[in-house]
Structures are given as structure tokens and as C-alpha cells.
């Protein structure tokens, strides 16, 4: 099989270029894509073409000669009652040399069970939650997000002051500036982005997990303060109508605030449905 690995702009366009370096169909390529084409952080840095290898077969020549045996399947059919007076011993050959070979894989059995059972356990890793909070490494942790992240404002052009305040739960970094409202998004999707990069690139170093939140200017308390005024008016709602109220999809840390705003009302309850990312809360009301 002859491959050759390509890379372009586009997967389609490494496909062509591959193809044309093989001179074969496109119908005759064996087409894997190695990595997809990435426009990269926001569009902006980081941007990565597609690779992909292209394969052409190469067609068998000598597999097809192996026809000759055909003279021997002539004689073997003429002693028909040599054949039914040693199939009886055959049989009994056969079992008898299927009974240990039987035997034998039993025996592995359990070998291959525990072996595919500790495959199945990944290696007890040293939990995050388990190790011991550490000051120092906590510290580490928040010079290592702003180092992150002071290279992603570096190559989007940003002017990003980051203000950092710290308790055992989390790392708080408050970023100011102008024209920010890039770094938010649509109900904070871009942002909830940007902080899971960031706890990414600045958690890998230690075995306790040291939470970094984002927030931009206090975007993080006004979602709040809004999510919590739908959620007592939706509730509202369900109340007068009686029916169940779904509302849009949201991330776990927003169906959350929703949930808590409601835990005390026992007028209605709460409860999240559907897959994510597309999981909703549904306030229905208590009868």
C-alpha cells in the first residue's frame, strides 16, 4: 500500500493534492485524517491545517494461482468406504485433542478476566481531591493562569489588567479594560471557554486541583443577579398556569444558580433534563 501524508488549508483540499500525487481516483484513496484544520484560540492564534494520509492499494498478482490443488479433491472422493471407516477414529482424535486444548483455555480464563479487569481500572492516580490544599501551590497555580492568559491577550491585542483574589475554594481573577465584552460572549460561552483553558493550562502540575474562576468585569454577579430574577418569574408562571416551564439550555454553573434560587420554594421544584451541552432546567409547579 503506497501513503502520503499532506497537508493543506482544508481536508478536502489535502485529499486532492494526495490523490493527484498518487494518480489514482478519488474513488480509489483510502482517505484518514490525521488532524482537523483549527482556526485556532477565538479565530486568532493558534491555527492549525488539516493533515491527512491518503492510501492507494496495491492490487494482488500472485494470490490468484493457488488453484491447483483441484487434482487432489478427485481421489479423495473414490474410497468412500475408506472415509466412513476412519471417521470414527478422526472423531475420536479430534475430541480427544479438544478436550485438553478446552481444558487449557480454561485455565486462561480467569488469567485473560483479571488481565482485561486492570486494563479496564486505570492506574490509581493520586486523586486531585485527595492531596492536601498547599498555599504555596496554590500561589503557583494563579502565576501560571495570568502567564496563560497574558500570552492569549498578547496575541488578540487586548490591554487586559488582572486583579487576583484567593480562599481555599477557587483563584479569582477579575480581568479590566476596555472593549472586553469579546472575552464574555454570548451569555458568558466564550468566557466559561477561556476559564477551562485557563484551569487547563495552569492545573497540570499538581495533584490538588486549585479552581481558577474568571470573571470580567463583574459580568460573573450580574448573570447572577439575572438568573435568579428568571427563575422566581418563570417559577411565577408555572404556578399560574400549572404547567411545567423549561427553560433554555445552560451550562452546570448557571442551572445551578437557577436550582438554588428555587431549593426554598415549595411551591415548585426544579430538576435538569436532556444531554449536554444542551441540558435545561424545568420548573414545574408542587399540587
Known amino acids: 500500500m503506497r501513503t502520503v501524508r499532506v497537508t493543506a488549508k482544508t481536508v478536502e483540499a489535502a485529499v486532492e493534492d494526495g490523490i493527484k500525487q498518487l494518480g489514482i481516483s478519488r474513488e480509489e484513496a483510502i482517505v484518514h485524517v490525521v488532524e482537523q484544520p483549527s482556526g485556532g484560540l477565538f479565530g486568532l492564534i493558534h491555527k492549525k491545517p488539516a493533515v491527512v494520509d491518503v492510501s492507494a492499494v496495491d492490487e494482488p498478482e500472485a494470490e490468484e494461482t493457488p488453484e491447483a490443488p483441484k487434482a487432489e479433491e478427485t481421489p479423495a472422493e473414490a474410497p468412500k468406504a475408506e472415509e466412513t471407516k476412519e471417521e470414527p477414529a478422526k472423531e475420536g482424535t479430534e475430541e480427544a485433542a479438544e478436550a485438553p486444548a478446552e481444558a487449557a483455555e480454561e485455565s486462561k480464563e480467569p488469567e485473560e478476566t483479571e488481565s482485561k479487569e486492570n486494563e479496564e481500572k486505570p492506574a490509581h492516580k493520586e486523586g486531585r481531591e485527595e492531596a492536601p490544599f498547599n498555599a504555596e501551590e496554590q500561589e503557583q497555580t494563579a502565576e501560571e493562569a495570568k502567564k496563560f492568559l497574558e500570552n492569549v491577550f498578547k496575541g488578540m491585542h487586548l490591554n487586559v489588567t488582572m486583579e487576583k483574589m484567593m480562599n481555599e475554594d477557587r483563584i479569582l481573577l477579575s480581568l479590566h479594560g476596555e472593549g472586553l465584552g469579546i472575552l ?93 451541552p444542551y441540558r435545561y432546567v424545568v420548573i414545574s409547579p408542587n399540587r
Open 184 to 276: 464574555i460572549g454570548k451569555h458568558g460561552q466564550t468566557l466559561d471557554a477561556l476559564q477551562y483553558l485557563t484551569n487547563l493550562a495552569a492545573g497540570k502540575s499538581f495533584c490538588h486541583h486549585y479552581f481558577v474562576m474568571l470573571d470580567v468585569e463583574n459580568y460573573r454577579e450580574r448573570r447572577q443577579d439575572t438568573l435568579e430574577a428568571l427563575a422566581h418569574r418563570l417559577a411565577g408562571k408555572a404556578r399560574r398556569t400549572g404547567e411545567p416551564v423549561k427553560l433554555e439550555p445552560m451550562p452546570a454553573g448557571e442551572r445551578r444558580i437557577i436550582h438554588l434560587a428555587l431549593q426554598d420554594d415549595p411551591s415548585v421544584s426544579t430538576e435538569s433534563e436532556g444531554e449536554a
